[in-house]
DNA sequence: TTCCCTTGCTACATTTATCGTAGCAGCACG
DNA sequence: CGTGCTGCTACGATAAATGTAGCAAGGGAA
C-alpha cells in the first residue's frame, strides 16, 4: 500500500494533547465524515468517491484524503481506489448507530 | 425554553432525502461536533462554551449553535446557558464511543 | 436611580477554506 | 498510435471562518 506523505498537516485541537479534540477537529471538516462513509462497504476510485459526494471539488476530496490517509483511517490501494484501513472500519463503525439515529431525528425534526 | 428562529437554513445534502447525509453535512461543519461534546455533561453559557472551544470566533458558534437549535439537538435555557435537548443527549451517546477510540488512535498513528 | 457585571448576540474587515472548471502525467488496452 | 481510465493539481471565483470590538437587555447592590 502506498502511504501518504507525512508532511505533518496539523491538526486543530491536538496541541491540548488531547486527542479526542484532534479527532473531532479532523472529523469536523468538510466531507471527512462522509468520504468515511461513502467508503463503508468497498473501496472507491477517487472519482466514483466524488460521484458518491455530489460531485464535491476535488480539491477538497484530495486535501481530505491525504489527512484521512496521514491519520491512519484511508488507504490507497495498489491496483488504485481508496478503501478504509482496518482502524478506518472500526473508526466507522463507532459512528454507525447515526444511520438509524438519523432516520428517528427525521421523523422528529421538519429539516 | 425558547425557540430557535425557525427561517430553515439549507442543509447540504438534506435534497436527496437521506437524512443520514443531512446528518453529516451538519455535523461535519466546524465547531459542531465540538460544541456536542463540550455540552455532553452540562449547561454552558455561550461565553463558557467559547472558552472551552479554544476562543473560537463568537460569529461561527452563533452560527452553529442556530444550527444546532433547529435541528433540534440544543436548545436555550430559560435563565440562560446553552444545553443539550433529550434528542441532542442521544445524539451524544452515539459518538461517544470516539472518546475511547481517539485514545487508542493516538497510540497508533503519531498525529 | 445609577453603577457594574453578565447574559446572548452582532458588525465588519481580514484571512482561510471550499468551489468549479479545466487539465496534467502515468498506465493499460487494442 | 489513440482511447479511456487512474490519482492528482492549478487557479480564479465564491463562501465560510477568524479576531476584535461592541451592542441591548437583565440582575443585583448601593
Do not use: N
Amino acid at each position: 500500500m502506498k502511504q501518504a506523505s507525512s508532511k505533518t498537516r496539523s491538526v486543530r485541537g491536538s496541541r491540548t494533547g488531547r486527542p479526542i479534540m484532534a479527532l473531532l477537529d479532523l472529523l469536523g471538516r468538510r466531507w471527512s465524515l462522509r468520504i468515511l462513509w461513502e467508503l463503508r462497504e468497498e473501496p472507491l476510485t477517487s472519482r466514483a468517491l466524488r460521484a458518491a459526494c455530489d460531485e464535491a471539488s476535488p480539491t477538497v476530496l484530495q486535501a481530505r484524503l491525504t489527512e484521512l490517509r496521514e491519520a491512519g483511517f484511508v488507504e490507497l490501494g495498489d491496483g488504485g481506489g481508496y478503501g478504509l484501513t482496518v482502524l478506518g472500519r472500526e473508526l466507522c463503525e463507532t459512528f454507525m448507530p447515526l444511520h438509524r439515529f438519523a432516520e428517528r431525528w427525521r421523523s422528529k425534526s421538519g429539516v
